[in-house]
């Protein structure tokens, strides 16, 4: 089954500088692969995805890229916010069937104002 | 619109007891999901489901069980309740291709 990596586990920035996370998967026929933002007590929410034939999106001040050869993908925040303060996630699943998703553990990124 | 809804919000259970979480959903989607998120973790798929009456297990599924009589409603079905299962239980919905998968606000479960 799909296997996904995330790094790092804890990511501490100065308010206005940019976080950067990164992910790898395992499984080749993995072609959806969304970024969600958990605060505390809450569930998880969607905040960029990203489908396999695509190699960047951007949404505001977030962006994702995809290298499918090296099977990576990354999560980039510029601008960070005290309100970006939150645990992130990456996961990724197959399009088809039961199309659930395979997370990684999670970067808890701390926004120091 | 409600999205998914998940109760009870937080229970503590007994070794050897047994208990329903309940999901809902109002965004007539046909996928659902039950995760479990343990401290530190990411989450983890305990069951499915593609539609009314269709159900399989995830890569957790030892010691849960499900049904899916409505599209609405996917309760999760816990028997004979283990520490190992004290966890957050997240409930989810997708409409399908390349959609957002919606999650609920989550149900903390501990087992003592």
């Known amino acids: 089954g799909e296997n996904v990596e995330q790094h790092p586990s804890t990511l501490s920035v100065q308010e206005g500088d940019s976080a950067v996370i990164k992910c790898t998967y395992s499984?080749?026929?993995?072609?959806?692969f969304p970024w969600y933002k958990q605060e505390l007590g809450k569930g998880p929410q969607l905040i960029i995805d990203i489908r396999s034939n695509v190699g960047e999106k951007k949404d505001q001040r977030i962006a994702v890229t995809l290298n499918k050869t090296a099977k990576h993908f990354s999560l980039h925040i510029t601008e960070t916010q005290p309100e970006d303060s939150a645990v992130y996630f990456c996961?990724?699943?197959?399009?088809?069937?039961?199309?659930?998703?395979?997370f990684g553990s999670g970067t808890r990124l701390q926004v120091q104002p | 619109n409600a999205g998914v809804t998940q109760t009870p919000k937080f229970r503590i259970l007994k070794i050897g007891q047994s208990m329903t979480l309940q999901c809902t959903q109002d965004m007539n989607h046909n996928y659902m999901y039950w995760y479990r998120q343990d401290p530190g973790m990411g989450l983890k798929l305990i069951y499915y489901s593609v539609g009314a009456g269709i159900t399989d297990k995830g890569e957790v599924p030892n010691g849960y069980n499900v049904s899916r009589s409505t599209t609405e409603d996917f309760p999760l079905r816990l028997e004979l309740a283990a520490p190992s299962q004290t966890s957050v239980y997240f409930c989810?919905?997708?409409?399908?291709?390349?959609?957002?998968?919606?999650f609920g606000p989550g149900t903390r479960l501990t087992v003592l």
């Open positions: 996961a990724a699943s197959l399009d088809t069937g039961r199309r659930a998703l395979t």
């Open positions: 499984d080749s026929a993995s072609n959806y």
């Open positions: 989810a919905s997708n409409r399908g291709s390349y959609n957002e998968q919606f």
